[in-house]
């Protein structure tokens, strides 16, 4: 069965990075593009960007421009996310989500930006 | 891109019908038959519930339905039922592999 399997919490001080790492399995890992969403406490989802992983291209939203890296690993099949120069509105839990259709999730990674 | 504008709140009785709309622009919902529908439970991870603007994957009751009309997007839900009570999001496809989300609306059974 498909499955998107995220890396564990991280406790972040500001103007620091973070890597988030997604691994799916249950299907050919380059088959099909990868969406990175985010949900800050208490609000709504917010798309980030898109990885298609068998040639790399990405798509960044406007607003994580310049701070948001995404890359994959086709040796371990996995896709990565990095986010820099953190702050506390960067508190969220962050998602990996399959296709266009995000049709299947990670199970969400929770990252606290806290001093 | 703008979020896709939906309802902060919808209410109704068990066994009526609700509808939640999600509007956009010509650049996102009017545009692309690619507007798909999520439920969400406090803490869990969201689940697609309509897909294509119209489409349900396996598993997902027909009482959950959704239509497309200019730029806004409807999701209905008939027969509502005490375990629909949960938080309902639109997103959309935008172009060249971009989406934008719509705010949420919280769906509470009386």
């Known amino acids: 069965q498909v499955q998107l399997v995220q890396s564990g919490a991280e406790v972040k001080t500001p103007g620091a990075s973070v890597r988030v790492s997604c691994q799916p399995s249950g299907y050919t890992f380059n088959t099909y593009g990868i969406n990175w969403v985010r949900q800050a406490p208490g609000q709504g989802l917010e798309w980030m960007g898109w990885?298609?992983?068998?040639?790399?291209?990405?798509n960044i939203a406007q607003k994580f421009l310049g701070r948001l890296t995404l890359t994959t690993d086709t040796s371990t099949a996995t896709i990565y996310m990095d986010l820099t120069s953190l702050t506390s509105d960067d508190t969220a839990v962050y998602y990996c989500?399959?296709?266009?259709?995000?049709?299947?999730w990670g199970q969400g990674t929770f990252v606290i930006v806290s001093s | 891109q703008s979020a896709l504008t939906q309802p902060a709140s919808v209410s109704g009785s068990p066994g009526q019908s609700i509808t939640i709309s999600c509007t956009g622009t010509?650049?996102?919902?009017?545009?692309?038959?690619?507007v798909s529908w999520f439920q969400q439970y406090p803490g869990k991870v969201p689940k697609l519930m309509i897909y294509e603007g119209h489409k349900r994957p396996s598993g997902v009751s027909n009482r959950f339905s959704g239509s497309k009309s200019g730029n806004t997007a409807s999701l209905t839900i008939s027969g509502l039922q005490a375990d629909d009570e949960a938080d309902y999001y639109c997103?959309?496809?935008?172009?060249?592999?971009?989406?934008?989300f719509g705010g949420g609306t919280k769906v509470t059974v009386l």
């Open positions: 990885i298609t992983p068998s040639n790399g291209n990405t």
């Open positions: 997103c959309s496809y935008a172009g060249s592999n971009s989406f934008v």
């Open positions: 010509s650049s996102d919902v009017g545009s692309y038959n690619l």
């Open positions: 989500a399959r296709t266009q259709l995000l049709d299947y």
